[in-house]
């Protein structure tokens, strides 16, 4: 079944699959993909929902997954929820932020753009959140506060990607907001745990992404391996 999660999402979420291959512990490596694959279960709620309504149910259904996970009941049937309630136990991972990121995504299920004052709540509540916890499976003495402006970096120019920034909010200015996330990660990553360095290495690749620089995997690869050896974005 780990073979199955890797392999889901090394099609899904590619990059944060290619930085997790810098995890040399296997059950480590493991408890981090099963946090993105339950990122991509989310994510993808509104994708394969014929309407809101069923995305609210699809949402409603991790929701109470949460709930098994965390209240000692027996975990419905489903690889990314059992995979989940491993990483749960093995790491002391709290709920807060697994709850978090399931209620934000309910902002998914529209579609549209986000309002100016929606987009950082949003962003703190799906990328930094997860990367908060993927921070933690590596390093427990990880702190949430240490991947605040690399997660946001990575987030702001995934939703330029998608469409789901302001309208208002130009290219230049989405390059700028991205630009000074980075820069403010420099300083939070310095304290960050180095065995917790894969948690954030695929945020090395924003700025491109920010503009619209197309990227081979093997650039990426090299990217992010980079940001490894040196432990800056």
Same mark, same amino acid.
């Given at each position: 079944?780990? &073979?199955d999660?890797?392999?889901?999402?090394?099609?899904?979420d590619? &990059?944060? *699959?290619?930085?997790?291959?810098? +995890? /040399?512990?296997?059950?480590?490596?493991?408890?981090v993909?099963a946090?993105?694959a339950?990122?991509?279960?989310?994510?993808? $709620?509104p994708?394969?929902?014929?309407?809101p309504?069923?995305?609210?149910m699809r949402?409603?259904?991790?929701?109470e997954?949460?709930?098994? +996970?965390?209240? %000692?009941?027996?975990?419905?049937?489903? =690889?990314?929820?059992?995979?989940?309630?491993?990483?749960?136990?093995?790491?002391?991972? =709290?709920? #807060?932020?697994? &709850? /978090?990121?399931?209620e934000?995504?309910?902002?998914?299920?529209?579609?549209?753009?986000?309002?100016?004052?929606?987009?950082?709540?949003?962003? &703190?509540?799906?990328? !930094?959140g997860?990367?908060?916890?993927? $921070?933690?499976?590596?390093a427990?003495?990880?702190?949430?506060?240490?991947?605040?402006?690399?997660?946001?970096?990575?987030?702001?120019?995934?939703? $330029?990607? $998608?469409?789901?920034?302001p309208?208002?909010?130009?290219?230049?200015e989405?390059?700028?907001?991205?630009?000074? /996330?980075?820069?403010?990660?420099?300083?939070? +990553?310095?304290?960050?745990?180095?065995?917790?360095f =894969?948690? !954030?290495?695929?945020?090395?690749?924003?700025?491109?992404?920010?503009? %619209?620089?197309?990227?081979t995997?093997? #650039?990426?690869?090299?990217?992010i391996? *980079?940001?490894?050896?040196?432990?800056?974005?």
């Amino acid at each position: 079944m780990a &073979d199955d999660l890797d392999a889901q999402i090394r099609r899904a979420d590619p &990059d944060r *699959w290619l930085a997790s291959r810098l +995890i /040399a512990d296997e059950a480590a490596r493991a408890d981090v993909i099963a946090l993105y694959a339950f990122n991509h279960e989310l994510a993808r $709620a509104p994708e394969v929902a014929s309407q809101p309504l069923v995305g609210e149910m699809r949402l409603a259904w991790w929701g109470e997954a949460l709930e098994e +996970i965390f209240e %000692g009941r027996r975990v419905r049937t489903h =690889p990314v929820a059992q995979a989940l309630e491993r990483a749960v136990k093995a790491r002391a991972l =709290p709920r #807060g932020p697994l &709850d /978090a990121m399931t209620e934000a995504r309910l902002a998914d299920l529209d579609g549209g753009v986000l309002e100016p004052e929606k987009v950082e709540p949003y962003i &703190d509540a799906t990328a !930094v959140g997860l990367m908060g916890l993927a $921070a933690r499976v590596l390093a427990r003495d990880s702190r949430p506060e240490q991947v605040v402006h690399a997660g946001r970096a990575w987030a702001l120019a995934g939703l $330029a990607r $998608a469409g789901r920034l302001p309208k208002a909010w130009t290219a230049e200015e989405v390059r700028r907001q991205v630009d000074v /996330a980075r820069a403010l990660a420099a300083g939070e +990553i310095e304290e960050l745990p180095v065995d917790a360095f =894969p948690a !954030v290495a695929y945020a090395t690749l924003a700025p491109a992404y920010a503009r %619209g620089r197309a990227q081979t995997e093997l #650039g990426r690869k090299a990217r992010i391996t *980079w940001a490894a050896a040196t432990g800056r974005i």
